[in-house]
DNA sequence: TAGACGTGGGT
DNA sequence: TACCCAAGTCT
């Protein structure tokens, strides 16, 4: 495959297709709020926040985001705390405790300002090849390879790549072939050309192939291939969890709120009280009594159940069964275990599963009058 | 290298 | 319902 992928490249008038992609970027990309200018931390902020992440949904919280934090310097000095919560129902958060590691990093050992050696950058925390070449070219006009899904679609149709885009090992192929195309008057554009190319014509299923501003350096096109590239192997179908949950007062009313682990799933964010069931064992409620018992030596009495919930990950579903309770006795309370009022609660950081879960219990007080 | 790591939208 | 997809990185 590499032999065809050079011949494709060799058919290439490259300065041509330069010039239509980029004339096409200059007339047609949209406006986006990190595009306002080339601040070289509001473009690392938005790359991270863009991560298997749509550009519809990363708008609000890039503002927000930007608004709390608007320097390396904001953002180094933030508690972890806030900074999550800015974050709060983005996903895949070790994104943000990597980019405040990172910036601190930056604040600390390079003088407050984003290295522009591909070498320093690529050390930083959370900066993989992509964010590295993405930020030394649209921040630093700096002609490195930012290789992103989009990226490796369009080249795999215009160079029919038949590699695997699924497998790790084929992002180097497209990062040749980026480093043989890219242009070196403007890497900027060149490389957010390919990648708008990617989300508005060059689409995974119908591509918009009549509009395209390079149909004529296309190979796909010219065979009529565009819908079988890129080539992309499926994942193996996830597992279900059974999760059960309680939403617990103590008798002023105040929520048992316990704070996650630093490592793994939902790191560091807050829950409610929950255990995995594991089947050959006694009911449920009992179960996650002794979670409880075991774990923040508190007395509770679990009561009706207020909701069933799935929630899906990428890698695995949560299927929770979720109750109300009361709290007896707390032994307890730290860092990481809290009585919290309702309006406490919303300073803390919870995942989407564990917000659905608060919401099953306001539905169902509100359902009892 | 493959699996962990979130969420919401589309088909 | 059950996939797949969206500007990836870490282990």
Not at 158 to 184: G, N, P, T
Not at 228 to 234: A, D
Request: glycine share 4%.
């Amino acid at each position: 495959m590499k032999k065809a992928q050079v011949k494709q490249l060799e058919n290439i008038d490259i300065d041509k297709f330069q010039q239509d992609l980029i004339s096409w970027f200059e007339a047609e990309q949209r406006e986006l709020p990190w595009r306002k200018d080339k601040d070289p931390y509001k473009i690392w902020v938005s790359e991270i926040m863009l991560q298997q992440t749509r550009v519809d949904t990363v708008i609000p919280y890039f503002q927000g985001f930007i608004e709390q934090f608007p320097t390396i310097e904001a953002l180094s000095n933030a508690e972890e705390e806030r900074v999550l919560k800015a974050w709060e129902g983005l996903g895949y958060y070790s994104r943000v405790r990597n980019l405040q590691s990172a910036v601190k990093e930056v604040y600390e050992n390079y003088d407050g300002k984003v290295p522009a050696d591909p070498q320093e950058i690529s050390s930083l925390k959370g900066v993989g090849p992509y964010t590295a070449g993405a930020i030394l070219s649209i921040a630093y006009g700096i002609p490195e390879p930012a290789v992103d899904g989009n990226v490796m679609r369009v080249l795999s149709r215009i160079l029919s790549i038949w590699d695997d885009i699924a497998k790790a090992s084929s992002r180097k192929v497209f990062e040749a072939a980026v480093r043989a195309l890219i242009s070196h008057d403007n890497p900027s554009y060149f490389n957010q050309a390919l990648m708008e190319l990617g989300a508005l014509i060059c689409t995974p299923t119908s591509p918009s192939c009549l509009l395209c501003p390079v149909q004529e350096h296309c190979d796909a096109f010219r065979e009529g291939t565009q819908n079988e590239l890129p080539v992309k192997t499926r994942k193996k179908k996830h597992r279900h969890v059974q999760i059960v949950a309680a939403v617990l007062q103590n008798a002023e009313g105040k929520f048992l709120i316990h704070k996650r682990p630093d490592k793994g799933l939902l790191a560091n964010l807050w829950e409610f009280p929950n255990t995995e069931v594991i089947q050959a064992f006694i009911n449920e409620k009992d179960q996650l009594n002794e979670m409880v018992k075991d774990a923040y030596e508190a007395e509770i009495q679990i009561g009706e159940m207020i909701g069933q919930i799935e929630h899906v990950f990428s890698h695995l579903t949560w299927n929770i069964n979720a109750y109300q309770g009361q709290v007896r006795s707390i032994a307890k309370e730290s860092a990481e275990v809290k009585l919290v009022t309702a309006e406490e609660m919303k300073a803390y950081t919870f995942s989407v599963s564990h917000q659905k879960i608060f919401q099953q219990f306001i539905q169902h007080i509100e359902k009892e009058g």
